[in-house]
């Protein structure tokens, strides 16, 4: 490399738009060509905050790393020609995604990417990128590269593919999601024949890998226009998560989807009322199923299981069984009031909501929450002379004086009453 190629190692940079002049006039210095690409471009020309960085350069991978030696680089997705530069910042530090240019990859399997062929062409990058509107490279001397009508598809509100839509959905049939998962985050149309060629298409997104989809699909369902995309596209949906079918019914979508965007923008929220609605229809083990499709982590199934199974059954308004929901809800730090709002939304009414939240009220204030609340352990009840399984029996007994006989839970009254107990024994 020429003496040029020194790397000046800058002040911490200020600003995404600091690091990417500095990236772009290292690498340029070095005889590569780079650009800021793809969403980055998208999200400038929609003002929105830029939250990720997105640069192709000519530079192949360990090119990038011989460029920035003086800086972390790594090698999040060596596989696909990306590494990930870490500049300094103020506070903290900032992310690049730098991806060499690329052609398009084949999925012949529609999992994995047949080979990755790199490229000297940003024309040629630009051309196997999914849509128009991520189809733009911006340069700092060079302008805006849009070669297939990005802009005019933003102000217009239009989703469109790049090239034939045909080939471009069969080639990657995620896109199709992503397609759908644009639609609901930016409520933009999808174009005629970009809407035809992914529904001719869809079939192919029962080929795709469960970790793919994931990312989409559950940006999808947490995204402001969910309800109508889920609506107007559910058989797409329906393809790889046929525990969804059940949206074939109109009336069913008609009275269960508006109410998606009254839950909080959150995974394990968006997926348990989906997936108590399944349940509700079917009667299936549907939260772990449609976990287990999207290949969820075991913890967000979990909570997903236990909020839609709780959403749809009928918990008596009493002590005993409130407190237990309470206890089991904790676990994933969620309250009783997330299920009220699924059960209402859901349509699932409780005998007594009021005297449902009183009793809430009060196991809070008592700070009751499972034996661990007591105050006293199995500790103690050794001490007092109990045994094995009597002593596990002693401590529910206790629990259930203090949640339902209101006996004051402090440790001279609870040994008090054990002793009871041992005296039965
Ligand atoms: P986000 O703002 O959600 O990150 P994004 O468009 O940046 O959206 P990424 O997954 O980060 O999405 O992808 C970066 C760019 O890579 C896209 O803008 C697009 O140009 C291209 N791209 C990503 N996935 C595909 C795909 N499956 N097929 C074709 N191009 C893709
Ligand atoms: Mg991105």
Redesign the pocket.
């Known amino acids: 490399m020429s003496s040029n190629s020194e790397d000046l190692s800058p002040e911490p940079v200020k600003s995404y738009r600091d690091a990417a002049l500095y990236c772009i006039e290292r690498l340029e210095a070095n005889n590569f060509e780079a650009y800021v690409?793809?969403?980055?471009v998208?999200?400038i020309f929609l003002g929105r905050e830029i939250?990720?960085l997105?640069l192709a350069t000519s530079a192949l991978p360990e090119e990038v790393h011989l460029v920035f030696s003086a800086h972390k680089v790594l090698d999040t997705g060596i596989k696909h020609g990306t590494v990930t530069l870490i500049l300094p910042a103020a506070d903290s530090e900032l992310l690049l995604?730098i991806?060499t240019y690329r052609l398009?990859s084949t999925y012949s399997d529609a999992r994995h990417p047949d080979q990755v062929e790199f490229t000297n062409s940003i024309e040629e990058d630009?051309a196997?990128?999914?849509?128009t509107?991520?189809?733009m490279a911006c340069h700092p001397n060079r302008g805006i590269l849009d070669p297939y009508g990005g802009q005019q598809d933003l102000k217009a509100e239009i989703l469109r593919a790049?090239g034939k839509p045909r080939e471009?959905y069969q080639?990657?049939a995620?896109?199709i999601l992503?397609t759908l998962?644009?639609a609901a985050?930016l409520g933009f149309s999808i174009e005629e024949h970009t809407e035809q060629a992914l529904l001719a298409s869809c079939e192919r997104l029962a080929l795709v890998a469960a970790e793919?989809l994931n990312?989409e699909f559950l940006?999808l369902i947490t995204a402001a226009h969910s309800p109508r995309i889920m609506d107007k596209y559910w058989s797409v949906i329906a393809v790889f998560l046929p525990e969804l079918s059940i949206l074939a019914d109109s009336d069913v979508r008609k009275s269960y989807l508006p109410q998606l965007n009254q839950l909080p923008a959150q995974v394990a929220d968006r997926l348990a009322y989906l997936s108590a609605l399944a349940l509700l229809y079917r009667s299936a083990d549907a939260a772990a199923t449609i976990c287990k499709r999207l290949k969820c982590s075991k913890s967000l199934t979990k909570e997903v299981s236990c909020l839609s199974e709780y959403a749809v059954r009928a918990i008596p308004v009493n002590k005993l069984s409130v407190d237990e929901a309470r206890q089991h809800l904790s676990r994933f730090e969620r309250s009783l009031e997330d299920l009220l709002l699924l059960k209402t939304l859901l349509g699932q009414s409780l005998e007594d909501i009021e005297e449902f939240r009183k009793i809430d009220q009060e196991l809070s204030a008592a700070n009751l929450n499972g034996l661990r609340s007591l105050d006293i352990d199995g500790q103690d009840l050794i001490a007092l002379g109990f045994e094995g399984e009597a002593i596990g029996a002693a401590l529910d007994n206790l629990y259930k004086a203090v949640l339902c006989e209101n006996l004051p839970n402090d440790k001279a009254t609870l040994l008090e009453r054990a002793n009871t107990y041992l005296h039965r024994i």
Do not use: C, M, P, Q
């Open positions: 690409v793809g969403g980055t998208r999200d939250s990720d997105d995604e991806t398009e630009l196997r990128r999914d849509l509107i991520n189809a790049v471009r080639e990657d995620l896109r992503r998962r644009f985050e793919r990312v940006r």
